[in-house]
């Protein structure tokens, strides 16, 4: 009896040592993942201030929720990120996202991070490039699959051009920058804060602008990840929405954060800040849908997106406000 009683004694003992230990680890909810991986690039100032304030970090760090971040240098690199799940949130453009869509890609575009003029057609001023005719037979730095990509192919577009009419060199947007001011293309699809040090540093000369070809900085999410983990979702987005009113609020500090991140000067991150960075409509509704249904008709007719894809049911397939929605909502 006694060898009895001591070995549920012993059991005892070791359970409650067991409920000590576990009591003592992190409590995830059963929602939420390991993990989230999440992007941060030059072209989003939010997610460079989100990365360094450590505020998402702070949000699940009572659950012991690692966050990991993964530098996006293009849309293309995004959506590369995205399809094979290194990063389950990726910031691109909105066309970007929209033909990533088109392609298969399982994703939803649920945030605005902003409203930018972030690319134009650049040259040297000694390259004789005025005009969008003047890029016949000419060599033009661009990176595929990302807004500048789809700027320069709308630009052609107007004046009956396409991309058989040029030489594209395909280079990552830092590497079409130098490209561009070492004279080893005539031209480049730009992108800030790229596009800005060009202007200020190499006098480039930004020979074709049109705000309304540029689409919206959108925040997007892997489909099973939303669908698994929506409370993880809704609270990504919360804290991307602390980052971003912060940014408003402290403009000086969002631009010391990109001048360390993109080790540019200050005049250059101003420029980008101050005259093509709108962060003031984070959700995501008409005038989105709007712009993704116009892009995505020009971009089907110059052969981006399948000719028998129904553009509207893709726009409406893409996006998804109802996370942010909640967010709104519960402050």
Do not use: C
Request: charged share 25%; aromatic share 8%; glycine share 6%.
């Amino acid at each position: 009896m006694f060898a009895i009683t001591r070995n549920r004694f012993l059991g005892l003992a070791v359970a409650v040592a067991a409920g000590l230990f576990l009591s003592s680890a992190p409590v995830r909810a059963a929602d939420l993942p390991d993990s989230i991986s999440i992007d941060w690039a030059y072209y989003n100032p939010v997610s460079i201030l989100l990365k360094d304030k450590g505020w998402l970090e702070e949000e699940f760090a009572e659950e012991g929720v690692e966050i990991r971040w993964v530098l996006s240098l293009g849309s293309n690199k995004a959506l590369e990120f995205l399809r094979g799940n290194s990063v389950q949130f990726g910031s691109t453009a909105g066309s970007a996202a929209l033909v990533g869509k088109a392609g298969g890609l399982p994703i939803k575009a649920i945030y605005a991070y902003s409203r930018p003029e972030w690319t134009a057609l650049v040259t040297r001023r000694d390259s004789g490039i005025t005009s969008l005719q003047d890029l016949q037979g000419k060599s033009v730095a661009v990176t595929r699959g990302t807004d500048p990509h789809i700027f320069l192919l709308r630009a052609l577009d107007l004046v009956d051009l396409s991309e058989k009419d040029i030489q594209p060199v395909l280079l990552q947007h830092p590497d079409g920058y130098r490209a561009l001011t070492s004279g080893q293309v005539d031209a480049w699809a730009g992108l800030d804060p790229h596009m800005a040090q060009a202007e200020l540093e190499s006098d480039a000369l930004l020979f074709f602008r049109d705000p309304s070809l540029n689409t919206y900085g959108i925040l997007n999410v892997r489909e099973d990840f939303a669908s698994d983990h929506p409370d993880a979702v809704e609270r990504v987005l919360a804290v991307y929405e602390r980052a971003r009113n912060y940014a408003l609020e402290h403009p000086e500090e969002l631009r010391d954060h990109l001048v360390e991140a993109a080790k540019i000067e200050p005049a250059v991150a101003q420029r980008q800040l101050d005259e093509r960075t709108d962060l003031s409509t984070p959700a995501l509704g008409q005038a989105h849908r709007d712009t993704f249904t116009a892009t995505g008709e020009i971009l089907q007719k110059i052969g981006i997106i399948e000719s028998d894809l129904d553009i509207a049911q893709l726009v409406n397939d893409l996006i998804d406000d109802s996370h942010f929605t909640h967010v709104v909502a519960s402050r």
